[in-house]
């Protein structure tokens, strides 16, 4: 197994995809897995799967839901000046925080 990798992002932020099929598009981060370096986005990256019928899903069928996408792949999106924003790190009262680099605003509240 890998060693968990770092995120720049973490799970409820507001993330824009930068490359690929789905680029330019926003959406929610649902999961973050930093073992894997990847995140799941609400909206993005959705893939068909053939599932079984079982006591949850009695139908069973075809469900379409969002696949893990590289988190290099997404950049934050400020929730003060609404720009995709790479962040800075800020030592205030003996904790890390987030700090975006347009304006300069903690992301982390």
């Known amino acids: ?33 930093p073992k894997k370096g990847k995140v799941i986005v609400e909206g993005v990256n959705k893939v068909k799967r053939h599932t079984k019928p079982s006591q949850t899903n009695p139908q069973g069928g075809i469900v379409t839901k969002e696949a893990a996408i590289a988190s290099c792949k997404v950049m934050l999106v400020c929730p003060s000046c609404k720009k995709p924003t790479r962040i800075a790190h800020k030592i205030e009262d003996g904790k890390s925080k987030r700090v975006c680099k347009h304006c300069g605003e903690v992301i982390d509240k």
């Open 1 to 33: 197994m890998s060693t968990a990798v770092k995120l720049h992002v973490k799970k409820g932020d507001t993330v824009q995809v930068l490359s690929g099929k789905d680029k330019g598009k926003e959406g929610k981060i649902l999961t973050a897995l």
